[in-house]
Nanobody, 121 residues
Framework: VQLQASGGGLVQAGESLRLSCTAS????????MGWYRQAPGNQREVVAS???????DYADSVKGRFTISRDSVKNALYLQMRGLQPEDTAVYYC????????????????WGQGTQLTVSS
């Protein structure tokens, strides 16, 4: 499994950026996919996810500002981010979002290096 996120960088508050992720070694079109982020000192969290059928879900902190999309032909996942804020600063990763019967979420276990987003105020 290889999940390679890219597109991060240093931006100013209010600016936009688009992240991309390419996946290999998995049946990409069979999974709900998501963007996760981890800020220093924080746990990794799901900020956006998209089902096989294109249904999207967002964390409250990014709702209305981030848009997730997927291209199952290219095995690619995207995150369009607008109105970036300093609290969006984190390393962003892509991975599957797999719901367990007990309500917990798990993933494919292979994370890659992620892509760093830094938003200055």
């Amino acid at each position: 499994v290889q999940l390679q996120a890219s597109g991060g960088g240093l931006v100013q508050a209010g600016e936009s950026l688009r992240l991309s992720c390419t996946a290999s070694g998995i049946p990409f079109s069979a999974y709900r996919m998501g963007w996760y982020r981890q800020a220093p000192g924080n746990q990794r969290e799901v900020v956006a996810s998209i089902s096989v059928g294109g249904v999207t879900d967002y964390a409250d902190s990014v709702k209305g500002r981030f848009t997730i999309s997927r291209d199952s032909v290219k095995n690619a996942l995207y995150l369009q981010m607008r109105g970036l804020q300093p609290e969006d600063t984190a390393v962003y990763y892509c991975n599957a979002v797999i719901s367990l019967p007990d309500g917990r979420i798990t993933d494919l276990g292979s994370w890659g290096q992620g892509t760093q987003l830094t938003v200055s105020s």
